[in-house]
């Protein structure tokens, strides 16, 4: 089996979500430090444009957003299980549920009192041009860029609906972890790892029992790669990973055209390639890069959209 390589930054929440996935399978990665904001040519070597973090890498195949890469972990190691039979329904409404959670932490990070912690541990400066990424970020997108208005009326029903779930379970679904516990905690840890905010979750015991049970979890085996080392085994691996799922036909697209694929929410760069597999959850093209060599890049089926090349 090819390494687990996770192309990721520290304070991404959506990679310490994937880190902490990582600890809860017991994992062995390698771990690819990428920058926080554009640019990023390493990475985009590997996704053909795709700039949301974290990136999975196993050899040749590229995995992108953490909803795939849950699943594709799920695959790689099956127990402990992130989708049990039994609750099926209920992982996927937490995971519709998590942009929510998500953006209300984060428009509690970025209040006033936040800020100042930001500025102090990353320099006016730099958060400044972060500030600018981010704007462009969000341009064109269906979901606005956060404001800590976002916050007033939703961090505090959000956070006190999971503190009352889990005054009676240890976990949201009962006595053992699924992934409806892993797509609400990275909200949460961003929040909690920001000093001028943090104080904010206090009214909320049960929640953080619940996540210094989720960190308990650690991040697995890791060891640090360059990233030149990432895209020369990316070059060098001649084996592909399996598709996720039953291939499920595109809409007036066929196997083999040309097409462009992109987030509908935020980070809207497109990537275009050639369509090699589609499922219910997954959407796969080839795409050739000077540095990686022959790529094959994995999508989410669903909030993706697929135009075809003229």
């Known amino acids: ?48 444009g795709y700039r949301k973090t974290p990136v999975l890498q196993l050899g040749r195949d590229v995995y992108c957003d953490t909803r795939l890469i849950a699943q594709v972990l799920d ?52 958060f400044a041009q972060f500030g600018k990424d981010r704007a462009a970020f969000f341009s064109g997108g269906t979901v606005p860029r956060p404001h800590p208005d976002f916050a007033v009326g939703r961090f505090e029903p959000l956070m006190g609906a999971l503190d009352s779930q889990l005054a009676e379970h240890p976990f949201l679904l009962g006595a053992s972890p699924s992934i409806a516990d892993f797509a609400m905690y990275h909200g949460v840890w961003f929040v909690r790892a920001n000093p001028g905010v943090a104080h904010r979750l206090n009214p909320y015991p049960h929640l953080l029992a619940w996540a210094d049970r989720i960190r308990a979890f650690g991040h697995g085996s890791r060891t640090e790669l360059p990233s030149s080392a990432a895209l020369e085994i990316a070059r060098s691996t001649r084996e592909q990973q399996p598709f996720e799922g039953d291939y499920l036909a595109l809409p007036q697209m066929a196997l083999g055209q040309k097409i462009t694929i992109g987030p509908t929410d935020y980070g809207v760069d497109r990537v275009e390639g050639t369509l090699v597999h589609a499922s219910l959850t997954e959407i796969a093209i080839t795409r050739r890069d000077q540095r990686a060599g022959d790529i094959v890049v994995h999508f989410p089926r669903n909030d ?3 135009l075809p090349v003229d």
């Open 75 to 126: 695959r790689l190691q099956p127990t402990p299980p992130l989708f049990p039979t039994t609750s099926k329904a209920s992982c996927t409404a937490f995971l519709h549920m998590e942009p929510a959670v998500f953006f209300a932490g984060i428009a509690i990070g970025i209040s006033p009192e936040g800020v100042k912690f930001f500025v102090e541990s990353m320099g006016a400066d730099h």
């Open 304 to 306: 993706y959209k697929v």
């Open 1 to 48: 089996m090819s390494d687990i390589i996770l192309h990721h930054y520290a304070s991404s929440p959506y990679a310490e979500k994937t880190r902490c996935l990582l600890g809860f399978k017991k994992l062995v990665w390698k771990s690819v430090d990428i920058p926080s904001m554009l640019p990023k040519p390493d990475v985009v070597a590997l996704t053909g």
